[in-house]
């Protein structure tokens, strides 16, 4: 055969498979109506297991086995999906158990940060927060004890940096805090200068505190000037404030311009980070709760070690039209190379095609949660 009557029996065979999977795509809404009326679960995993194994059983060719694994796992990731759609319409299947507001309520509101005056989560809080409502902690585990006790009404935390990536310890802090959500997301722009105490001058720098991210971040400052040495610190705003109180010669830091100037300090350069840099902060509270605004979402789940899982529960967005923002993954700590997934993706928890997604991932993953739904603010200085 030449090439064309080749593409004409493809055409004849692609329609036959069409019309048969609309057949199959049939007897799934029999069977989501049989699970409706008798409280069963849409996924069977041995079901599945024993319909992929009789599927193979059918292949000729045993080059094509893991082909016909992969088609079959699409079709049964599609005909829960469907499945679920039903339940969904009927009043069955995921609850978020997510209550909507109109507006989040701030005003008036406490806000426990980590650092001082003048970091860069303070500066975040301060759009939506008062200052004398601002309550500073030395560390981020302290951030979230305190708004769980009831020290503060919301917590701020950097969740990811444009330039140096994700802030990994406070991922798993979130893991370690299943009732905790997040409520808003704010985009900072981050622009470091160099600072000292005052009679000093950049000669006499040689060594220069600041959290490890932005010593990181202002990489070619320190390959510029071999000479100066940099020394980690807890927070950018707390080099700075120790640097005044310690009055320690020789010494400058690394801050934002703001906690320069707080703490009566030199300016000596700006802008050492040269690249566009902004960080992601999530604003934490006690209640499930969404505003009709919001329009992003943070999901995280574990998954089975087994074949193309991850690649499998990635397809509900697909199938969905939902668009991926982040995926991320942490090890879990359990010994056994597990790990924790965090993804964010566009939408709101009053959209079907949300609803959808999350029910199927809830089905598939492990240990799976919806972390908030909440809006996103992009903030210039």
């Not at 668009?323 to 010994?335: A, E, F, H, K, Y």
């Amino acid at each position: 055969m030449d090439l064309l009557e080749i593409r004409k029996e493809l055409d004849i065979l692609d329609r036959e498979i069409v019309h048969l999977f609309e057949k199959r795509m049939g007897l799934v809404e029999d069977v989501a109506r049989f699970k409706l009326d008798t409280g069963k679960a849409v996924l069977d995993s041995k079901r599945e297991k024993e319909k992929l194994q009789v599927a193979r059983s059918y292949v000729e060719d045993p080059k094509l086995q893991e082909s016909i694994t992969e088609l079959f796992q699409e079709m049964m990731s599609m005909s829960r999906r469907k499945q679920i759609g039903m339940l969904l319409e009927r009043g069955r299947g995921f609850s978020s158990g997510f209550q909507k507001l109109g507006c989040l309520p701030f005003s008036g509101k406490s806000l426990v940060y980590q650092g001082a005056e003048g970091a860069y989560s303070y500066l975040a809080g301060r759009i939506f927060f008062q200052k004398e409502n601002m309550i500073a902690c030395t560390h981020f585990q302290e951030v979230l004890s305190a708004l769980e006790e009831g020290r503060a009404d919301y917590a701020i935390l950097p969740m990811e940096n444009s330039t140096y990536g994700m802030v990994q310890d406070n991922f798993d802090l979130l893991a370690k805090h299943p009732k905790l959500y997040v409520v808003q997301e704010i985009e900072f722009p981050v622009s470091h200068c160099l600072a000292t105490l005052p009679g000093e001058s950049f000669s006499d720098i040689k060594r220069v505190y600041s959290h490890p991210q932005a010593l990181s971040q202002c990489a070619d400052f320190f390959q510029k000037h071999p000479e100066i040495q940099g020394i980690p610190s807890l927070n950018t705003a707390i080099a700075a404030k120790n640097l005044m109180e310690t009055g320690e010669k020789g010494a400058g830091v690394l801050c934002s311009r703001e906690a320069a100037l707080e703490y009566g300090l030199l300016i000596l350069e700006e802008n050492l980070s040269k690249k566009e840099n902004s960080t992601r902060f999530f604003i934490l509270g006690k209640e499930a709760v969404f505003s009709k605004d919001a329009g992003k979402l943070s999901i995280s789940f574990s998954l089975p070690h087994a074949v193309g899982s991850l690649y499998h529960i990635l397809g509900n967005f697909l199938f969905n039209g939902l668009t991926l923002t982040m995926i991320q993954s942490r090890p879990v700590g359990d010994g056994e190379f597990s790990y924790r997934f965090y993804v964010d993706f566009l939408g709101n928890l009053e959209q079907k095609e949300v609803l959808n997604a999350l029910s199927c991932l809830q089905e598939e993953g492990v240990d799976f949660r919806v972390l908030g739904n909440y809006p996103s603010k992009e903030f210039k200085r």
